[in-house]
């Protein structure tokens, strides 16, 4: 759940990455009282093993224009199956809640689970929500003119579980399910205050797919890696309530570079991180479904829902940088576009660039505050685990 959010309960602790801080903690320094005020939330910064999943409990507020202010909780927890060594990255658990003033609710949770030594992994992904939510129409045209400018209450329910295999080494193949149900409810053209008849431009619609996986993943650190490559294909088959079909080929390409690892930087600190993502879409693909810009986790500073289209290209590259004990920063630019064609994605691109701030509730899980700048507005993002 990519929420846009003003104000945190932690954001401003103590960062976690596996590389050197550019400041050292000295060894007899001790814990300050907020410290002492997040290890009530079990926040302390560490993975404690013997528990069957050690959890943290951190309550947030937010602010975005769509929603209002409102308030939420983050639970994030570790865990190991039997048999895991001490070496293997934990499985996780994250949920995200939030309720604000203008009646927007929802709750995420995003389940990973490793199984003998990692070789088999079971992802489920769980998205309930009832929140403020815009339309502008397809293309970046519609979505440059505010004339177009649409507001609606989307509902959404979806599940996706998925189940991966180690195949040769750090390669997996796998199989999964979406499962997705959306409504679009009290449309109103924001310009005029008119109502829109929902129904015409975003109908209600549950769509059923079988997904395909394909992933080379050499990082270190699934929720925030320090070194490796990843490089996944999905591609989706669908069929929705209009009885159409459609399908959807999804590309990620990351890397991550600890720069003191590196014979030409040992001496710079931090981490460079840069991806490519592709949303390729055929067929009669329902509006939620369609590849979009915006929102916490691609070209972040732009409103998630203003640029959609059937095909999306975009890429981004971070400095992570750690600071102070659990404090850290990063700094990013991302370009990307959307349109009809792949052919067409070169025609005109968006920008985005912004820094946030990066704190570490537990065993390399951070808490994140991100403020991005596009070419016409400006968010704020409050989210657990890093962008990608």
Known sequence: MKR????TLCA????AVAVEPLIETPENMEPTFVDDILSVFGADGEFDQSKAIDMSYLPTAYYTPEKKFGVGLLMVGLYKTDGASSEEQPSS???????SMNNS???????MTFFNGGKQRLLLGLELHNEAAVYYGQGI???????????????????KPRWM?????????????DFTYASAEKLELVETGVPVDSGDILPNNFSSGVVVTSVYDSR???????KGWLFQIDAGLYQNSEYSSFSTYDIELANYIDLSSTSALSSAPGVIAWQLQGHFTDGDVPWNLLPDLGGSSAMRGYIKGRYRDEQMMMGQVEYRLPIFQRYGMVFWGAVGSVAPKVSDLSEELLTSYGTGFRFKLKDNINL?????????????????????
Do not use: C, K, M, P
């Open 12 to 15: 401003f602790s103590n960062l």
């Open 220 to 226: 270190d650190y699934r929720l925030n890696a320090t």
């Open 93 to 99: 658990l994250v949920l995200n809640s939030f309720v």
């Open 105 to 111: 609710y929802g709750v995420e949770v995003e389940n």
């Open 165 to 177: 295999t180690e195949v040769a080494d750090n390669y997996f193949l796998g199989v999964g399910a």
């Open 141 to 159: 045209e519609q979505g440059d003119q505010d004339i177009n400018h649409h507001e609606f209450e989307e509902q959404l329910y979806r599940f």
């Open 368 to 388: 994140r505050l991100d403020v991005g700048v596009g070419e016409n507005e400006t968010n704020f993002y409050l989210n657990v685990n890093e962008v990608f």
């Open 4 to 7: 846009f959010l003003l104000l």
